[in-house]
Nanobody, 115 residues
Framework: QVQLVESGGGLVQPGGSLRLSCAAS????????MGWYRQAPGKQRELVAT???????NYAVSVKGRFTISRDNAKNTVYLQMNSLKPEDTAVYYC?????????WGQGTQVTVSS
């Protein structure tokens, strides 16, 4: 059974940085797309960034230039480097992976940007 374990969330001041990680286990198959989504209180879950198995990435306009998504295929892990964080980046961040026909979500990690 596929499991996703996220880490790296926390409290950071505006302008600070955090790096999120999401490690997938329990699969013998190659992982296709990997991505990060976030959900702020009272808002719908939204896409932050995605990356294909070939390394092509896509970003939400609100994070472009500040966030960088990357992956280590040997470790089945996707990362999100978040720089120049703003209070509006505060949310629960979820990783999502596609393996064959299946879509899997992590449990979420809280990111709070506040002084």
């Amino acid at each position: 059974q596929v499991q996703l374990v996220e880490s790296g969330g926390g409290l950071v001041q505006p302008g600070g940085s955090l790096r999120l990680s999401c490690a997938a286990s329990g699969t013998r198959f190659s992982i296709n797309d990997m991505g990060w989504y976030r959900q702020a209180p009272g808002k719908q879950r939204e896409l932050v960034a995605t990356i294909t198995s070939g390394g092509s990435s896509n970003y939400a306009v609100s994070v472009k230039g500040r966030f960088t998504i990357s992956r280590d295929n040997a470790k089945n892990t996707v990362y999100l480097q978040m720089n120049s964080l703003k209070p509006e980046d505060t949310a629960v961040y979820y990783c999502k992976v596609k393996i064959g026909w299946g879509v899997y979500w992590g449990q979420g990690t809280q990111v709070t940007v506040s002084s």
